[in-house]
């Protein structure tokens, strides 16, 4: 009997493909396992086996597989499932969720290709027959595809082998080089086997006696064996010897000195296995655990709604300490930009090198290797902090998920598919290991607010700050009244000024909050009203004082500043709004002896910029940090006392039904910045409209009315969490042909639905990058099935693709939208 599997491409299609197999393979594979295998015509991907079966395909046939790439499974059965439910709950296909799912360097791909490494030296008794073949091969041979190294060894699984020869340092990948897997080799030294009597080595010594430099690294490698016993790096050598490179290298060559390699982890935890013993909780902190443990009974997800500093982060290390004494696995989701030092510091210090940590700033290299760490259940990686992406790690004995900050927008995937929520993602994870979920946030959304209102989630507060610390003070200041009587100095009120005086004299620290960046988002021609665009997107150019330069925040398209007017010619350019580059400056003429710094996204580029600005302002090497919402995310500073909100405006009406919510979270979190310690914290807020009820609200930390009038609206308005809501995005260059197609979809849609579909509308920017863009909004009623609701939305769209000239007009659908 033939047989098959069923493969996952890292590719959008509806189905899997079929390809045929040997017995032998057949026996041998697991899902879970990556294969390389063809597709189209001339294609290699890498796919992933979902399962062998016996069932030929009946409208094609099947293909043979390229190779086998791994021996164990990568990828578990806990996974498949989790990715097969976020492919039908977030209509996209499986293999989109694959190929984001998996770090890129597991993603092999038919460009591949094999070198020599010309660095080093091999010792062909060092390698076993097979491996000699390849580079017995390569001698003759410049470059080796897979598929050669493959017919040279005769067999189809060459990745272990490649891998033994890549560890061996007998071979580079290339060209994808950057984006594969290298183990990280550390250098070590011993004494040369000759020399390791102790006669011998007297006579080694003798021998070096007018060679002072040698013998003293002889002797401080000695010395470095007695104390520590284990192997001694190179790098330890040099600096314990005071030798240099060179006369270790001689050494080296001589053979008195032999150097081997081990392969490292690349993020490793230096700290020790000292661990801090855990804090003891307070009595509120207490009673909130014994609500959590109470409903984790039960199988409940449960949300922490815990004030700002009120100590939610000691709950959640009590629990990670329960689970993993329980021998399971955590994970511990943030936001991305939350994911500072100071919280990684915080959980090393607690739970020493069990924490492994996952994110996008980390190489490709760094995350293969906590993936493996988990996948094969290392004591290293028993607690995982990572950004929405760790929910796809190989967990497989999951006790725990904590999700912070769990209102947080980002948690959502906007692009590319799958465009997920990791927060309801990673309850429904939770669901599947039979793990227990807590979600924690000062300022819950809206819908998760709702489910513990309901009863569908267990609820537990901290409505203190931790050591009784005051909730800050905030005071709002009208703009409007202070522009009148001319209080205004640039964007800076009066009273924002005194306070930031009275903080500068009292040493205390100040954070300054303005949501857009770069200096102005406007540059506006004041003789003739033109403003400069960008020529792809539909959007003014902010102007970046510091660089001199007109760009786009949507492409990235860049001008130098213009000295006159494109249109009419008058020097007479002049700049509308502002942004945090313009705050810092004029914050600079104000308070000249303050020490001012820029947190936005133009400060925080590269690996460790976010971290070196945090760590310089906690260790107060600067007084004053203006920045925008990157401010926000669960810092924890000692020193500030003032936080100044420079417009809530722009928040507020921001067009989008969740525009509320989101100031209230966005403030709450910035004020809760203030006053952390000791003393009471101020928060001014400056704003065109003070009387504003969710400022009211803000001010007066009244959560539950915010939540109550909002979903009173979302009701009126029928959206979540009274409603589901599906948009429906429409791309296409082309003005008319976008603009025929969407209304054609929609009006599909309200055959079926009738009033529930709004739009197609244009978003406030209607182009980027020369894509023009239309949503379409459908609103699902709390009685009406989501499943269905998607069948026949696919029914649709599939005589919409049925027309010519609709076919090359994107639909991206993006379910439970925010
Ligand atoms: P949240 O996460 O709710 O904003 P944190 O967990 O960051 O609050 O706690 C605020 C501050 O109070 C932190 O500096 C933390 O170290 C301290 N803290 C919280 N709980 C305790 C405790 N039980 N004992 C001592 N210090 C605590
Ligand atoms: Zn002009
Ligand atoms: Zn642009």
Known sequence: MQDYINVILPIPLEKLFTYAVSQAEADFLRPGMRVAVPFGKSKIYTGLVATVHNTAPTVYEAKEIHQILDEVPLVNEFQLRHWQWIAEYYMCTIGEVFRSALPGAFLLESETIIVKNEAAEVDETNLKDDEFLIFEALQHQSVLKVQEVSTIVDRKNVLPILNRLIAKNVILLKEELHEQYKPKLVRYVQLGETYRSEESLEALLQSLSRAPKQSQVVLSLFQLQATTKKPIKVKDLERESGGSKAVIKSLIEKGILREYFIQTDRVTYEGGEENDSLKRLNEYQKEALTTITDHFKADKVVLLHGVTSSGKTEVYVQLIEACINNSQQALYLLPEIALTTQLITRLQDYFGEKVAVYHSKYSVQERVEVWNNVRFEKKKAQVVIGARSSLFLPFSNLGLIIVDEEHEGSFKQFDPAPRYHARDAAVVLGNLHGAKVLLGSATPSVETFFNAQTGKYGYAKIDRRFGNVLMPEVELVDLKEQTRKRKMKGHFSERLMEEIEEALAAEEQVILFQNRRGYAPIVECTTCGHSPQCPNCDVSLTYHQYKKQLRCHYCGHHIALPQSCEACGSPT????????????????????????????????????????IITAFEQQEMDILVGTQMLTKGLDFRNVSLVGIMNADSLLNFPDYRAHERSYQLLTQVAGRAGRTKKRGKVIIQSYNPYHQILKQVSTND???????????????KYPPANRIIKITFKHKEYNRLNEAAEWFARGLRNVFAANVLGPEYPPVARIRNQYLKHV??????????PKTKIRIRRIEKSFNAIAQYRSVRVLYNVDHI
């Open 703 to 717: 959560y539950l009315e915010m939540f109550d009038e909002q979903l009173y609206e979302r009701q009126q308005y």
């Open 777 to 786: 909004l459908l609103k699902i009623p709390a009685n009406q099935s989501l």
């Open 573 to 612: 350019l002049d700049t509308k709004g502002f942004g945090t580059e313009q705050v810092a400056e004029e914050l600079a003429n104000l308070f000249p002896d303050a020490r001012i710094s820029r947190m936005d996204l133009d400060t925080t580029r590269g690996k460790h910029a976010y971290e070196k």
